[in-house]
């Protein structure tokens, strides 16, 4: 079984703070293999007024460039937030092996919910990554919830 580390949760803690400073969605990615970090980066939806720019699309296009390869064999995904349907696919066209994430797609639903506004609308499609992953081939392992309590902080209104 795969064991999270709290360093590379922290980069893409760090991340999130860092585009949630520049005014996107606080959402931060880190791709490693083994122990070494291969790409970091933060949401840029808002950024560069592009709404494929999440946080993992980016870290996945910059670990692909960083190791010349559209294949990310041994490489695992670590990102605050659970990733979306478009996110969760991506990594199973990148060949990850597996994703670590913090919050759930339940979390922001209920944030949402009760700190929805026009700036942050916090769309969702209500499909978690489990759905996406368990039909696909090969099969990337998840492991959620590390790290949630401080991925939590990271909403805003």
């Known amino acids: 079984m795969y064991q999270p580390q709290r360093a590379f949760m922290e980069l893409a803690i760090r991340e999130a703070q860092s585009v949630r400073a520049e005014g996107d969605y606080a ?5 490693v293999r083994g122990d070494e970090i291969i790409a970091s980066a933060g949401n840029r939806a ?3 007024n592009d709404s494929t720019q999440h946080a993992e699309i980016v870290a996945i ?9 559209r294949h990310l064999r041994d490489c695992v995904l670590y990102t605050t937030h ?7 696919s991506a990594a199973v066209w990148a060949k990850l092996e597996g994703i670590v994430f913090a919050t759930t797609l339940l ?3 209920d944030y949402a919910k ?3 506004n026009e700036k942050y609308s916090w769309r969702t499609i209500n499909i978690s990554a489990k759905d996406v992953l368990v039909k696909a081939e090969p ?3 998840i492991v959620e919830g590390f790290m949630r309590k401080e991925c939590m902080e990271l909403f805003h209104p």
């Open 82 to 88: 659970e990733p979306c349907p478009m996110c969760a």
């Open 61 to 69: 296009q910059l670990a692909s460039k960083n190791l010349q390869s």
């Open 46 to 48: 808002c950024i560069d």
């Open 27 to 31: 959402i931060g990615a880190v791709i």
């Open 114 to 116: 009760h700190h929805g």
């Open 139 to 141: 099969q990337l392992w």
């Open 107 to 109: 979390d922001m639903a």
